[in-house]
């Protein structure tokens, strides 16, 4: 079992940035693989961005190559993504989420086993 707590939401104008951490329970932090989903407001919950255990690969959505990075801290059980270059369409609630599948980086919502509550994220114009 693993617990996830997101952190670093808010309120940012359009060509701003913003970094996302995601902080998890548990001493085998570098067993799971990790990712970022985000929901906005009457739409489906999409992936962003994931990570392997070891943090050897990441994967993007293509909405968002090229301005977020995803990075982990498996000393500190810490998981990150900086938002750079935000537009309104990024605004949504991000999710951290936790795989089971230690060399997973991928999108399929169902092969992540922990989730956080989520983290706001507004995009102003």
């Known amino acids: 079992q693993v617990q996830l707590v997101e952190s670093g939401g808010g309120l940012v104008q359009a060509g701003g940035s913003l970094r996302l951490a995601c902080a998890a329970s548990?001493?085998?932090?570098?067993?799971?693989?990790m990712g970022w989903f985000r929901q906005a407001p009457g739409k489906e919950r999409e992936f962003v961005a994931a990570i392997t255990g070891s943090g050897e690969m990441t994967t993007y959505a293509d909405s968002v190559k090229g301005r977020f990075t995803i990075s982990r801290d498996n000393a500190k059980n810490t998981v990150s993504l900086q938002m750079n270059s935000l537009k309104p369409e990024d605004t949504a609630v991000y999710y951290c989420?936790?795989?089971?599948?230690?060399?997973?980086?991928?999108?399929?919502?169902?092969?992540?086993?922990?989730w956080g509550q989520g983290t706001q994220v507004t995009v102003s114009s």
């Open positions: 548990g001493r085998t932090f570098s067993s799971y693989a």
């Open positions: 989420a936790a795989s089971l599948k230690t060399y997973y980086s991928g999108s399929r919502y169902s092969l992540y086993d922990y």
